[in-house]
């Protein structure tokens, strides 16, 4: 969201709630309409607000427009005001964490979210107080759909870890490479590349493709090949076999 005054912060809070919980008080959007204008923004939902009589626009149409209104300032709600988001990456958290005893990590990990980061975002806490945030937190937007949370969620567990231990998780027993966490026809999956790509397990069911709950000696990063990607599986895969 770009940076306004407080007034326009306050005015776009109030203006997102009252859409929320369906009592939109139109005064909110005229107020945030001319504050934005003050400022020269001057989209066409902003202009039509300030130009037009509240008491003569329908409900469902100053609805409409008070959205439009805050999909043109880019307004996010974060966490705050949409708690369902932490919800969301909580459920997907559970999913994830029952692969982590492959990795030798036991225990319960947690949501943290950080409130020092700008833009305020999300990244996890082991139980041993490990904090796994490498590359930069979750950010709030990245939760509003749960497919698109559990990969973010996977890929920042799976590089901080790699950041951390300098050691490759998972690992594809079949092709001793390194795999990631990508999305795949709506399903979260660790993705091996070799021989073309294919499915080692769900996200979640690490360990029945594995066959065994706790990993075999650990392996350092530099001694196979491993893939760091984004969610589209679409990164290099580097070489380091010993």
Known sequence: MAEYGADTGQLE???????REGDLDPQDVV??????????????????????RPAEVPSAEMTALARRILDDTGFDPGFDLAPERLETLRAALRI??????????????????????????????LADGERLNWGGPILPDMCDDPTTALTSLAILIQESLLERT??????????DLGVHGSEREREVVWWCAGDGGHTLAPVGELARALGRRRPRQGRRAAGFQWCRSGADGSGPCGTGRT
């Open 96 to 125: 994830v964490a029952r692969d982590l005893p492959t990795r030798g990590i036991e225990g319960e990990p947690e949501i943290e979210v950080l409130e020092d980061w700008f833009p305020v975002g999300a990244g996890v806490r």
């Open 31 to 52: 107020a945030l309409a001319c504050e934005l204008l003050d400022r020269f923004h001057h989209t066409d939902a902003i202009v039509e607000v300030v130009e037009r």
């Open 13 to 19: 809070r109030r203006v997102y709630l009252g859409l």
């Open 166 to 175: 300098w050691q490759v998780w998972p690992v594809c027993p079949r092709h």
